[in-house]
C-alpha cells in the first residue's frame, strides 16, 4: 500500500498540472487531496479513471481483479472505437467469492492470466487491483511478476482500488503503469523525423479518425497514441517520438512531463475540439518537429492545409449561422472543453447563457472570460434542480452536456445535445465541429419541440 | 429436470463477458421503486458510478443514486463518519422519505456495523427521524443482482412491515421479482384490479420508472411504493410472489403478519396465467372480465400461428434465474429446445427448467455452448457473441443499453405472452433458411438466379 501512497503524493503534486501551478507554495503542498462529500458526490472512481485511460488499448486482455460489481457492472459501455483487434471489448474479471475474500486469491489471479493466454494469445495482460483484494492484501505486483516471468508474456499490474481516489487520479495511475511498465520496453520497427505521440486522445466514437488524414497528409507518423486505438507494442516503442501533444491536460499530464524528462519529447498542450485549436496543434506541432530536425517545409505546408481546411469549414458551417445565429446555449462539459466549444458556437453566431467550470483550470476561465467578454455566466456548480428550473423557464433554447445530465434536459423538454464521452458523434477536428454545430441544428429544428408544448386535452387553459 | 453445473470447465478462474452483475445495484434498484427514495451505497464513489450509468442507460432516466464515498483512510477506521456525514447530508439537501443503505463488498470485507452504525447516528441526530432508513447487507461478493433485489425487499418488509389481525379481504400483495419490468408491473396491476382487488406492489418501478415526464423535478424517486402501504401489507389477504426470489420476502411478511401467500415462478406462458386468475377469481369472489377471456383466445390463437416458427428451434439463453425459468419454459411450451442455458447465481429454480443442463456461469460458456443454435436470448452484452456467431440475437433482461423502450416490454399476462410470440417469431421468421438452390435446378423459363441470390439475402437480423 505504502507504494501505491507514495504514487499518489507524487500525481498530486505534479509540477506541470495547470490547476497546481496556479496554486501559491502552501496551497501546493496539501496536494489536491480534495475529500468528498459523503452523501452529495458524483463521478467515478480510481479503477473507473484507469479503465477508461487504458481501456483504448485494443489487443491487451483488460483483467479486473476484484468482485463482480467492478467489472460486472460496467463493461463493453464506452464509445472508444479499434481499426483491429477487439479484444479490449471482452470482460475478464476474477469475479472474486467470499471465499477469495477470506483466503485470499492470488493463486486465482495467477490462473486467470494463465487462462487468458491460453485462450486468448494476447500481447500483455493488464492487471486492475480493486478495493476488496487490496484490503485482504493480494500482492498483485508480486503475481504480475512472476506471471510474466512463468508465462513470457508482459503482465502488468495496475494498481488503482476505487477507494484511492477520483475518476482522475485513476487516469493518472493508469497513466503510471505504463511508464513504469510499458513505455521504453520495445523498440519500434522503424523512426522518422516526423514521429509524435498523442497523449490524451481516446478514439472516443473513432473521433481520432476525422484528424489523422491530416497528420497523415502533412507526412506526420502518429507513433503512438495514449491510448486511442493503440496496440501494446506502439506504446512500448514511444519513447521514440520526437514530439508530443498532451490532448486532455488533466488526465495524462504526468505521462507527458515524465517523457519529456526521461526521453526527451518536447509536449504542448492543445485541443482538437474548435478550428482555431485544431489549426493551433497543427502549427505548434510542425514547429516542435522542425526544432527536432523534422522537414524544414513542413511548416509551410501545414499553413496551406489550414487554409485549405478553415476555407472549407467556414463554407460548410455558413449555412447554419442564418439558422443558429442569437440561439442561447446551456454548456455543461468539463475544463479544456467548454473554450473550444464556446469559441465555436460563438463562430456560427450562438449566444452562451451559461458555462460550467466545474473541472476547469484558472487558464481555462480566463480563455472563457475573454472570449465571451465577461465571467458573467461562468457556475461551479448548478445543481440538477436548478438547471431543471433554468431549462424550464425557457432560459436557454438548447443544453450541451455529459449524459448525466441529459435527463434534466429533456425531462425540461428542451433540446440536448452530449458532448461528453459517451457521445455518438466525433467532433474533433475541422470535420468534428462541422459535426457538432450540424447536430445542435438537427436537434433545435426537430419538429417534436413543438408538438411537446402542446397542452393535454383535459388541461385547462392557462395551467402548465 | 435439468443438472446445474458451476464454471465450463471445472474451477475456472477467470470470468469472461460476465453475464452476472452485482447484488448491491440489485439492492439498489429495489429501493429506486419507492416512494420518494434515495439508494446509498456504502461504498466507493465507483460502486454508484457503475451502477448509474448501467441503470441511466437502460431505464433512460435520471436515476437518483447516493453513495457514501469512502476513501482510504475512511476504509481503514470503519464508515462510521461517512454514513452518518450521507445521511445528515442527504436529509438536508433532498429530504427523502426512505434511504436504502446498501453495502458493497470493500465495507462488507472490512466489516462495517452499518446496523449498529445508524442507532449511533440516530441517536446523535433526532432531526433524521422523520426518515426511514433501511439497510442491505449486499456485498458484491455474494449472489447476483437478483439476489441483492430480493433481500432488499426482504429487510423493507421485516423492518416496516406491521402485525394486523384484520384482514381486509380485497387487499392484495404483490411481490415482483426484478425481472419484471415496468411495463410487466403495469399489467399485473390491471390484472389485479380487474377483478376488483386493491394491489400493494412492493416494489413498484411501473410509478418510478416508467418513462414519463414529470411535472417537477425531485432529487429523490418519484412515483413508487410509498412507504405508508408497506406497513399496511400485514392487513391484506394474501401475497403474491412473482419468481422464487421472492419467496424469503413473502415468507418474512408470513411470519410477521400470518398473511399466506402464493409464489409464481413465472407469469409467462397459458398455465402460469390461467393458475393467477383462477387465483384472483377465487379471492376476489368474481368471474374473471370479459377482457381476459377475449385475450386468452388471443393468445391461444397466437400459440396457433406461432408454433410453426418456433417446433424444433433451438435456443440458447443467458440470463439470471427467474427470468431464464420464465424464457425457458416459455420456448420448450412453444416446441422450441433449449441448446444451452447459462444463468448467474444459484437458485431451486434452475433444476425444475426444462433441459438437460443449466450453468452458473458467463457469457463466454454461453457463446461456446450455443455454437449452431437458431436464436441467442441474452441481456445487450449478448450482442458480441451474436455478431462472431451469425446467429440472430432476442434481448431481454437488463442492462438493455441499445433498444428503446426496454421497461415497456411486457411479456407477462396472456397480453404480454402473446406479444412475446409474435416478437420471437418474427425473428425466426427473418431468419429462416431457404433451401439451397442446385445449381441444376434450373427447369421452364424463370432461372434460378434470383431465387439464390434470395437466399443469400436471407442475413442474420433481428428487430
Redo the contacts between chains.
Keep these: 500500500m505504502s507504494m501505491l501512497k507514495h504514487k499518489i503524493v507524487d500525481l498530486m503534486q505534479e509540477p506541470a498540472c495547470a490547476v497546481n501551478q496556479a496554486k501559491d507554495h502552501k496551497e501546493r503542498k496539501k496536494g489536491c487531496a480534495k475529500q468528498l462529500t459523503p452523501g452529495s458526490a458524483a463521478g467515478g472512481c480510481a479503477f473507473d479513471g484507469a479503465k477508461i485511460a487504458l481501456q483504448p488499448v485494443v489487443d491487451v486482455a483488460h483483467l479486473v481483479h476484484g468482485p463482480i460489481g467492478c467489472e460486472g457492472n460496467s463493461w463493453d459501455s464506452r464509445h472508444v472505437f479499434s481499426s483491429g483487434s477487439q479484444l479490449y471489448r471482452t470482460g475478464f474479471t476474477t469475479d472474486l467469492s467470499e471465499f477469495d475474500v477470506i483466503y485470499g486469491a492470488e493463486k486465482k489471479l495467477y490462473r486467470a492470466i494463465k487462462e487468458i493466454i491460453a485462450k486468448y494469445d494476447p500481447p500483455a495482460v493488464f492487471v486492475y487491483q480493486t478495493c476488496v483484494p487490496a484490503m485482504t492484501g493480494d500482492d498483485i505486483e508480486a503475481v504480475c511478476r512472476a506471471a510474466s516471468e512463468r508465462l513470457g508474456r508482459p503482465v502488468i499490474p495496475v494498481n488503482v482500488p476505487g477507494f484511492a481516489g477520483s475518476k482522475n487520479l485513476g487516469n493518472k495511475l493508469g497513466g503510471e503503469a505504463l511508464l513504469e511498465h510499458v513505455v521504453g520496453t520495445m523498440e519500434p520497427e522503424f523512426t522518422t523525423p516526423t514521429d509524435i505521440n498523442l497523449i490524451g486522445e481516446y478514439n472516443v466514437v473513432g473521433e481520432f479518425w476525422q484528424v489523422k488524414p491530416l497528420f497523415d497528409e502533412l507526412g506526420i507518423r502518429v507513433l503512438a497514441t495514449f491510448c486511442g486505438d493503440a496496440r501494446y507494442r506502439d506504446i512500448a516503442g514511444s519513447h521514440r517520438a520526437k514530439a508530443a501533444i498532451m490532448l486532455c491536460s488533466q488526465a495524462l499530464i504526468n505521462v507527458a512531463r515524465k517523457m519529456e524528462q526521461r526521453y526527451a519529447i518536447p509536449f504542448f498542450e492543445g485541443s482538437f475540439y474548435g478550428v482555431s485549436n485544431m489549426s493551433d496543434c497543427l502549427r505548434n506541432i510542425a514547429a516542435l518537429l522542425v526544432k527536432r530536425g523534422g522537414p524544414a517545409d513542413l511548416p509551410e505546408r501545414v499553413e496551406a492545409l489550414i487554409a485549405r481546411e478553415e476555407a472549407r469549414v467556414s463554407a460548410r458551417l455558413a449555412p447554419f449561422k442564418v439558422r443558429l445565429r442569437g440561439k442561447r446555449v446551456l454548456l455543461f462539459t468539463g475544463g479544456i472543453k467548454s473554450w473550444a466549444v464556446v469559441s465555436a458556437l460563438q463562430e456560427v453566431g450562438m449566444e452562451i447563457v451559461g458555462t460550467s467550470m466545474r473541472k476547469s483550470t484558472q487558464g481555462d476561465r480566463e480563455r472563457v472570460t475573454r472570449i465571451m467578454g465577461t465571467d458573467a455566466h461562468m457556475f461551479d456548480e448548478l445543481p440538477a434542480r436548478e438547471m431543471y428550473r433554468m431549462l424550464r423557464d425557457s432560459k436557454a433554447d438548447i443544453m450541451l452536456s455529459g449524459g448525466r445530465s441529459q435527463f434534466v434536459a429533456l425531462k425540461a423538454k428542451t433540446p440536448w445535445v452530449e458532448v461528453n464521452q459517451e457521445r455518438h458523434l466525433g467532433y474533433a477536428g475541422y470535420e468534428g465541429i462541422v459535426n457538432l454545430v450540424g447536430e445542435i441544428d438537427r436537434t433545435l429544428a426537430n419538429p417534436i419541440w413543438a408538438q411537446l408544448q402542446a397542452r393535454a386535452p383535459w388541461e385547462e387553459e392557462g395551467a402548465a | 429436470m435439468s443438472t446445474v453445473s458451476k464454471g465450463a470447465a471445472a474451477?475456472?478462474?477467470?470470468?469472461?463477458?460476465?453475464l452476472?452483475?452485482?447484488s448491491?445495484?440489485g439492492a439498489s434498484l429495489a429501493f429506486l421503486g419507492m416512494e420518494r427514495c434515495l439508494p446509498?451505497l456504502h461504498?466507493?464513489?465507483?460502486?454508484?458510478?457503475?451502477?448509474l450509468?448501467?441503470f441511466?442507460?437502460h431505464f433512460?432516466?435520471?436515476i437518483p443514486l447516493?453513495?457514501?464515498?469512502?476513501?482510504?483512510v475512511?476504509?481503514i477506521l470503519g464508515g462510521l463518519d461517512?454514513?452518518e456525514?450521507?445521511?445528515?447530508?442527504?436529509h438536508k439537501?433532498a429530504d427523502p422519505a426512505l434511504i436504502g443503505v446498501c453495502t458493497?463488498?470493500?465495507t462488507e470485507?472490512?466489516g462495517d456495523d452499518v446496523a449498529g452504525y445508524l442507532k449511533l447516528i440516530r441517536e446523535k441526530h433526532p432531526q433524521l427521524a422523520s426518515m426511514e432508513v433501511v439497510p442491505v447487507s449486499t456485498?458484491?461478493?455474494?449472489g447476483?443482482f437478483q439476489d441483492g433485489w430480493a433481500r432488499a425487499v426482504q429487510c423493507m418488509i421485516e423492518q416496516l412491515a406491521v402485525p394486523s389481525k384484520a384482514k381486509t379481504a380485497w387487499q392484495v400483495n404483490i411481490l415482483p421479482g426484478c425481472h419484471l419490468t415496468p411495463g410487466d408491473i403495469e399489467e399485473l396491476r390491471e390484472t389485479v384490479e380487474a377483478y376488483g382487488l386493491l394491489p400493494i406492489i412492493l416494489p413498484d418501478l411501473s410509478g418510478s420508472l416508467d418513462g414519463h415526464?414529470?411535472?417537477t423535478?425531485?432529487?429523490t424517486t418519484l412515483g413508487g411504493t410509498p412507504l405508508a402501504q408497506v406497513r399496511r401489507m400485514g392487513a391484506s389477504a394474501l401475497t403474491i410472489a412473482i419468481g422464487e426470489q421472492m419467496r424469503p420476502a413473502a415468507q418474512a411478511l408470513e411470519r410477521i403478519a400470518g398473511v399466506p401467500f402464493q409464489v409464481f415462478d413465472r407469469l409467462t406462458g397459458l398455465a402460469p396465467c390461467d393458475a393467477l386468475h383462477a387465483l384472483l377469481a377465487q379471492i376476489s369472489e368474481t368471474d374473471a372480465p370479459a377482457k381476459y377471456r377475449r385475450q386468452r383466445s388471443q393468445l391461444q390463437d397466437a400459440m396457433l400461428d406461432g408454433h410453426f416458427y418456433f417446433g424444433g428451434r433451438t435456443v440458447a439463453i443467458a440470463a439470471e434465474p427467474d427470468l431464464l425459468c420464465a424464457l425457458g419454459h416459455f420456448f420448450s411450451d412453444m416446441g422450441a429446445h433449449i441448446s444451452a442455458a447459462v444463468t448467474s447465481t444459484h437458485s431451486p429454480v434452475l433444476v425444475q427448467l426444462p433441459c438437460t443442463d443449466v450453468r452458473v456461469g458467463?457469457l463466454e460458456d454461453w457463446e461456446q455452448a450455443a455454437a449452431g443454435s437458431d436464436l441467442l436470448v441474452a441481456h445487450s452484452?449478448g450482442r458480441?457473441a451474436a455478431g462472431r456467431l451469425g446467429i440472430p440475437l432476442y434481448r431481454a433482461g437488463m442492462p438493455m443499453?441499445d433498444r428503446l423502450g426496454a421497461m415497456h416490454k411486457t411479456s407477462i399476462g396472456y397480453r404480454g405472452t402473446r406479444d412475446l410470440i409474435f416478437e420471437v417469431g418474427n425473428v425466426f421468421i427473418e431468419n429462416q433458411h431457404e433451401p439451397a438452390c442446385p445449381t441444376d435446378a434450373h427447369v421452364g423459363i424463370s432461372g434460378c438466379a434470383e431465387n439464390c441470390s434470395h437466399a443469400d439475402a436471407a442475413a442474420v437480423s433481428c428487430h
Design positions: 474451477g475456472k478462474a477467470c470470468a469472461v463477458n460476465p452476472k452483475m452485482s448491491t445495484i446509498l461504498g466507493s464513489q465507483g460502486c454508484t458510478a457503475f451502477g450509468v448501467l441511466v442507460r433512460r432516466e435520471t447516493q453513495t457514501t464515498a469512502m476513501g482510504e475512511t476504509t461517512n454514513l456525514q450521507a445521511l445528515v447530508n442527504i439537501r458493497t463488498g470493500l470485507t472490512k456485498p458484491d461478493y455474494v447476483a415526464v414529470p411535472e423535478f425531485l432529487p458467463d452484452h458480441q443499453f
